[in-house]
């Protein structure tokens, strides 16, 4: 992209995501120690790094990036409640890729339903299959596909609810060791006393 006086601005690797609480980042830090003692190569997530994505935006120019936040700023969304699921994997041709934690609520499909509009009229493109989950690990190669995602259905997650009275609009720097997210900027939910 090229701004006003025909430079390109520096490109940023965006998304919009939710944050979780201590306990629901504790109660992922058990059921990662589980996993581990199941065979696999690959990463866990960082408990640092934990969130719930809303979109993916990908690389955008640091112009966009005031338009985005603008547009984010403008969702007028009540607070609600979110609450921890099932556990499972996501697989590519059969091979486990990615193990996640459901993340439930219809408030929290209303509200990604929202930001995709508002995205959507800044030219994105709208989500065909949004699941709302968190990534708690992600695999390179498991020799035992059948048996391992037997095993990870049995990792019992406890339903933790939680309140969601804001989403973040964050960068993403990948590194060598892994990513680093960063804040751009913070979006607070409506409570009942300012509607």
């Not at 003692?37 to 990463?43: L, P, Q, T, V, W």
């Amino acid at each position: 992209m090229v701004n006003n006086d025909g430079k390109r601005g520096q490109l940023i690797r965006c998304f919009i995501a939710i944050d979780f609480t201590d306990e629901i980042i504790k109660e992922v830090a058990r059921v990662q120690e589980e996993l581990g003692k199941i065979k696999f190569r690959g990463k866990l997530t960082e408990l640092e790094n934990l969130h719930l994505t809303l979109k993916f935006l990908g690389e955008i120019d640091e112009n966009k990036v005031k338009e985005i936040r603008k547009k984010l700023g403008e969702i007028k969304f009540k607070e609600f409640e979110g609450k921890t699921g099932r556990i499972g994997t996501f697989s590519i041709r059969g091979n486990p890729r990615i193990v996640w934690v459901k993340v439930e609520g219809k408030e929290i499909w209303d509200l990604q339903k929202e930001i995709d509009r508002g995205m959507g009229e800044l030219g994105f493109k709208i989500e065909e299959r949004f699941m709302s989950h968190l990534t708690i690990a992600r695999l390179k190669y498991v020799e035992n596909k059948k048996d391992f995602i037997e095993r990870v259905k049995k990792l019992g997650v406890k339903g933790i609810k939680f309140k969601v009275s804001g989403f973040k609009l964050m960068k993403s720097e990948l590194r060598p060791l892994g990513p680093v997210y960063s804040v751009i900027e913070e979006y607070s939910l409506q409570n009942d006393d300012e509607i």
